[in-house]
């Protein structure tokens, strides 16, 4: 026989047990050819063009599930962030496109669209600020659209007025949102070095540089590398790096074979795949099981970061050597909401909003789905913002902030929203004011660290 | 799935073709676009598009008499040809995998996919249909 029957049981146990899944194919889509002075006009070629390119993408993704007997949790699409085409448009006029946006995805059938997003990391153009003031409005009105700000990089430096701006969105989204516990927050990212062909929403868009069309893979499989940890027993940390690695290979070898396939199908590039461990509140699907199956008796205790650096640096090195394109995000994701044992964590009191910072120091992106109290000052997620964009800007690594003030919500209490974004403990945050510092504004001048021509 | 230009042009030749040259314009566009729907509905999934024709069948389940005579006669009721099997027994519980090349079966992989589905049922056993491919690459550099 060609394979061992331990290799072919490891697959299926993989698949079956172990929640190995594919968690996202991301068809990104370039709007660019799109524009036009009639918002009408640009609505209709919008809609016509996703739901002509991406009209069997859900059906060619199936099918390949149902060839390789991997689920493919999420099929996306990503477009070009809408203000650089439109940049002609008003703030009711990208609600509108917002709309449009969110019609063209349920049509083909997927449940998120990303792309409703802006690049001001130096500054704005009248279109972004357009965009930027739409957004609440824009999230509130739709189910399906992700929207995306990056306000900073390593090149530019940090745009305060831009960190400003949408933490003053975000409370407003958060407002606006707020009977279904301020959902239209967790489809609001504001970046630090966005990479321009993540597959994973939020945060996902179809960057300027890509082609026409092109598939993204993200992978998953937290479950499959704690059972790898836990199979292994009591090795140092060198060989435990070197279990991470090897399973990290096979997922990500995996998904290369299922992205290029769908992307075959489908006529378009294959882009990227993203190694990303990325959690779901599922049992035994957890980042912070596997810290805590490396030896840690809750995530939050002292080494919680270097152990998080540890798997974080594994996956990478095993990812590569499986793939011959590895982009995105490619790291260990760290959300509260949609991982079991980081809300285990919060709720025992052993993880904190500084702690969870140390990690994205380390990890693939940043504070994501944390709900904190509904009154936290606006001035307060700026300072939140730039603390995380100060560590992207001089780490030269992406950085993200998913926060969630939920409305009328304190300390203490829950907010649930169901599937894979689970359910958020609302974290207490400082009450000690940022605001003479944030309002400042301006721009912090990119570091020595960019200048490395 | 992306028609490049010379797609159409292919397209519109053979409508010419096939109409002579007297067509009238409405006519020569609702062939030609018609034909171009046909061309991206159509789920070009077919054998070609994959590195080989082999599948993997993995059952398992409670052992009884049988199972392996009712899975192997579905696959060679269609045409399916057993290139290799392993089985192992623990007690009363069994694992079972073959090697299977489908290349030549008039079924399509779905088709056999949900005719072992039914039969699993019956059974009372799972049965798993996955192309070779996916354990090449995840085992195999």
């Known amino acids: 026989m060609p394979y061992e029957f331990e290799e072919i049981l490891e697959t299926i146990r993989m698949t079956q047990v172990e929640h190995f899944d594919i968690r996202t194919v991301t068809l990104g889509i370039n709007l660019r050819d799109c524009a036009d002075r009639d918002v009408n006009v640009i609505s209709q070629k919008i809609y016509d063009k996703i739901t002509r390119i991406a009209r069997n993408h859900v059906k060619i993704a199936q099918e390949i599930e149902q060839r390789f007997g991997i689920a493919i949790a999420n099929k996306r699409i990503a477009v070009t962030p809408v203000s650089i085409p439109f940049d002609n448009l008003k703030k009711d006029e990208f609600i509108k496109i917002a709309e449009t946006l969110d019609r063209a995805a349920e049509a083909v059938g997927v449940d998120y669209i990303g792309g409703f997003g802006a690049l001001v990391q130096k500054g704005f153009t009248n279109g972004e600020k357009e965009l930027i003031l739409a957004i609440p409005e824009a999230l509130a009105k739709t189910k399906r659209v992700c929207s995306s700000v990056n306000v900073a990089s390593t090149k530019a430096g940090i745009n305060m007025d831009a960190i400003n701006l949408m933490s003053h969105q975000i409370k407003e989204t958060a407002r606006l949102t707020a009977k279904d516990g301020s959902i239209g927050c967790a489809k609001l990212v504001v970046f630090c070095n966005v990479p321009e062909d993540n597959p994973f929403v939020a945060g996902a868009f179809h960057g300027v540089s890509e082609a026409e069309a092109s598939i993204n893979v993200g992978i998953s499989g937290p479950g499959v590398v704690l059972q790898a940890i836990r199979e292994a027993g009591r090795v140092d940390l060198g060989q435990l790096s070197e279990i991470i690695k090897k399973t990290a290979f096979k997922i990500t070898r995996a998904g290369e074979l299922i992205g290029r396939k769908v992307a075959e199908l489908l006529g378009v590039e294959f882009g990227i795949v993203d190694i990303s461990l990325a959690p779901t509140p599922a049992e035994g699907d957890s980042v912070a099981d596997i810290l805590e199956a490396m030896g840690l008796e809750s995530v939050g205790a002292p080494g919680t970061t270097a152990a998080l650096a540890l798997l974080n640096d594994s996956v990478k090195k095993g990812g590569l050597m499986a793939s011959s394109y590895v982009g995105g995000l490619s790291g260990a994701f760290i959300p509260v909401s949609e991982d079991a044992g980081m809300i285990r964590a919060v709720q025992k009191g052993h993880l904190s909003l500084e702690k969870l910072e140390a990690m994205t120091c380390v990890c693939s992106v940043g504070l994501d789905m944390i709900a904190v109290p509904g009154d936290t000052p606006e001035e307060t997620i700026a300072g939140i913002i730039a603390d995380e964009c100060a560590i992207g800007v001089i780490n030269d690594k992406t950085t993200a902030v998913r926060i969630i003030p939920a409305f009328g919500k304190k300390v203490g209490d829950m907010v649930e929203y169901g599937g894979l974004l689970g359910s958020a403990p609302i974290m207490p945050v400082r009450n000690i004011s940022s605001k003479e510092f944030v309002l400042r504004g301006g721009r912090i001048p990119a570091p020595v660290r960019s200048l490395t021509n | ?141």
């Open chain 2, 1 to 141: 799935m992306n028609i490049s230009e010379q797609k159409i042009r292919e397209i519109t030749i053979e409508v010419l073709k096939e109409f002579g040259e007297d067509i009238s314009p409405e006519k020569l566009r609702e062939e030609v676009y018609n034909r171009i729907q046909r061309q991206i509905e159509k789920p070009s999934m077919t054998q070609n598009s994959m590195d080989s024709g082999r599948v993997i069948i993995t059952s398992y389940g409670i052992n009884k008499p049988g199972v392996v005579s009712k899975i192997s006669t579905i696959l060679a009721q269609n045409n399916c040809d057993i290139q290799d099997i392993t089985q192992k027994i623990l007690q009363e519980f069994f694992t079972m995998i073959m090697i299977v090349d489908i290349s030549s079966s008039p079924l399509s992989f779905k088709e056999l996919h949900d005719l072992l589905a039914r039969a699993a049922e019956e059974m009372n056993i799972k049965i798993m249909v996955q192309h070779e491919d996916v354990f090449r690459t995840m085992h195999r550099i």
